[in-house]
């Protein structure tokens, strides 16, 4: 187990993100979008604060985000909205398994499967 388990300030709200299941990085990470080392280098943010990305998870355990301004996703192509909601409803709910396991695994191997290089 992970003994510095402690988490980093939201660069929007500049709260702590207690856990990576409320990180909009970690779900950057799981969905391919950024590398391990661009995930280490990055600031955290939580889901709550980046409504733009926060608005294409959608399932009933997570409450619906409404983004303000231009990126809205009703303004949005409706195939990339679909894409978006399909990967990245399955990486949050990734990252709600990731942070109940028990024990830690390696960070290669957090990925949706798709996503984890060889
Ligand atoms: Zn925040």
């Avoid at 990576?20 to 943010?45: D, K, N």
């Avoid at 396991?101 to 957090?110: F, H, T, V």
Wanted: aromatic residues 8%.
């Amino acid at each position: 187990m992970v003994a510095c388990d402690q988490g980093y300030l939201c660069e929007v709200c500049g709260e702590e993100v207690k856990n990576i299941a409320e990180s909009e990085l970690y779900l950057r990470f799981v969905t391919g979008q950024i590398s391990s080392q661009e995930l280490l280098g990055s600031p955290e943010r939580h889901l709550q604060c980046t409504p733009v990305t926060a608005q294409f998870i959608v399932t009933p355990e997570f409450t619906p985000i409404d983004a303000p301004g231009p990126f809205n996703k009703h303004d949005l192509d409706d195939e990339f909205v679909r894409q978006q909601e399909s990967l990245l409803t399955r990486g949050w709910l990734r990252l709600q398994e990731l942070s109940q396991l028990e024990e830690a695994i390696p960070l290669a191997d957090y990925p949706l499967e798709e996503f984890r290089s060889a």
